[in-house]
């Protein structure tokens, strides 16, 4: 075959390509034994849970929930094909399917499912997510506990330090597993952080903080704006920050701590419930500059704290400060730093007869499923940090002009979820 002719295609390359054909025809049709007998023995295709269509972008898994979509629009989905394709998805689940992976539509399987009505296979997908993020987030735990077990030989011969730090209780379901098993969880699980952190389970995801604070930011009436355009906070936040400011301070005279000044937004709610004390931490230097430009260092009863909150609460916590109210908005930090402030700071900071506290819910706020599996995650590792959490819905209006200018939408769903945190009875 010539080049005019295009490329060449060989015998092997043709049978992958069936193979992935048929294992899509599989899922599509809910053939349970002939899917798992599929992606378990197909050897030319080591990830054969996550093949794809060339044409769609389809896995298995948006083959499955495709499969349950209704023919006429608007009809309900038929109970049978809705049973078998939750069956499907499971088995998929079961064997390392990716859960938040994109087709050419850029839909993941949980997008394609809520788009055609498929509730309980979203719920699923959903619940995945969950697991894989809560998983992840545990396997960097063991790394962290296994880098101080090897700086501490005597301490890791004896196993007191897993015993110390109540690892114990966990680690037996890791080690049980073979090595082939673990790894294949281990790639899994990165895999769908990966595509998460891609879709934006920070609201820009690759920009660092220390690339934050570094930059110019390009402060408007409307909107903060970092030097590559990204939305740092914007004027349509006003009616969840004032919600949020009322719900933590319910009457004047109380105690509370922001992180995360912005364009002053929930700081100046704040001020409207007449507190006794207003603390303010500010890690940009822009930022800070502008508050002292609009006298915010010379209201009454208003500290500023210049710098990153890391370095400003144990220093609060070592004074014995605490506060009636917390609330948390920074910009560009991880979902590991927020468990962070939380676990370990929001405890010795706040006051624990009627205490409350909040933050900014914008995780993964450009993908409704990506919202759902970060508020879930969330309220899973505020339990097992000691708090108990109400979540209240707003309507977010369409937002669709407000983005001119900005790099990149950070929402899209159509509410908003305040939370409103206390340490448990």
Not at 305 to 317: A, F, M, N, Y
Request: net charge negative; with cysteine; hydrophobic share 40%.
């Amino acid at each position: 075959m010539t080049d005019q002719e295009g490329p060449e295609i060989t015998f092997g390359q043709i049978d992958v390509d069936l193979d992935v054909q048929e294992i899509l025809l599989a899922a599509s049709q809910h053939d349970f034994a002939k899917l798992r007998r599929l992606v378990r023995t197909q050897s030319a295709l080591p990830d054969a849970s996550n093949v794809k269509d060339p044409e769609t972008g389809y896995t298995p898994l948006h083959s499955a929930i495709a499969a349950c979509e209704p023919e006429t629009e608007g009809a309900q989905i038929d109970p049978d094909t809705l049973k078998s394709g939750a069956e499907a998805v499971k088995l998929l689940l079961q064997e390392g399917a990716i859960w938040n992976d994109l087709d050419n539509n850029d839909e993941t399987p949980g997008c394609l499912a809520r788009r055609i009505g498929a509730t309980e296979l979203y719920e699923l997908i959903v619940d995945a997510g969950v697991r894989a993020e809560m998983l992840l987030n545990r396997l960097d735990g063991y790394e962290e506990l296994s880098e101080d077990e090897e700086e501490e030989d005597d301490v890791k011969e004896s196993g007191a330090k897993a015993d110390e730090e109540g690892e114990g209780e966990v680690a037996p379901e890791l080690v049980e597993v073979s090595a082939e098993q673990a790894a294949t969880i281990l790639s899994t699980a990165e895999a769908e952080a990966q595509a998460l952190e891609t879709e934006g389970v920070e609201a820009n995801p690759g920009v660092t903080n220390a690339r934050y604070l570094d930059s110019n930011l390009n402060i408007q009436q409307d909107k903060i704006l970092d030097s590559d355009q990204n939305g740092v906070m914007m004027q349509w936040e006003s009616d969840i920050m004032k919600k949020s400011a009322v719900a933590l301070l319910p009457r004047p005279g109380l105690k509370v701590l922001n992180i995360g000044h912005g364009m002053g937004i929930v700081d100046g709610f704040f001020q409207e419930q007449g507190p006794a004390e207003h603390h303010i931490v500010e890690a940009h230097a822009d930022v800070v500059a502008e508050m002292k430009k609009r006298g915010w260092d010379s209201k009454p009863g208003v500290t500023i704290h210049e710098g990153r909150w890391q370095d400003i609460l144990p220093g609060l916590v070592g004074e014995g400060i605490t506060f009636d109210a917390i609330y948390y908005d920074t910009f560009a930090e991880s979902y590991a730093d927020f468990r962070d402030f939380f676990s370990e700071h929001v405890i010795g900071l706040l006051e624990q007869d009627g205490g409350k506290w909040g933050f900014f819910n914008g995780m993964g706020a450009d993908r409704q499923i990506s919202y759902d599996v970060y508020q879930k995650v969330a309220e899973m590792d505020l339990f097992e940090a000691g708090f108990d959490v109400d979540w209240e819905d707003i309507p977010v209006p369409k937002l669709d002009g407000e983005w001119q200018g900005v790099k990149r939408a950070y929402w899209v769903v159509d509410n908003y979820r305040l939370p409103l945190c206390r340490f448990m009875d």
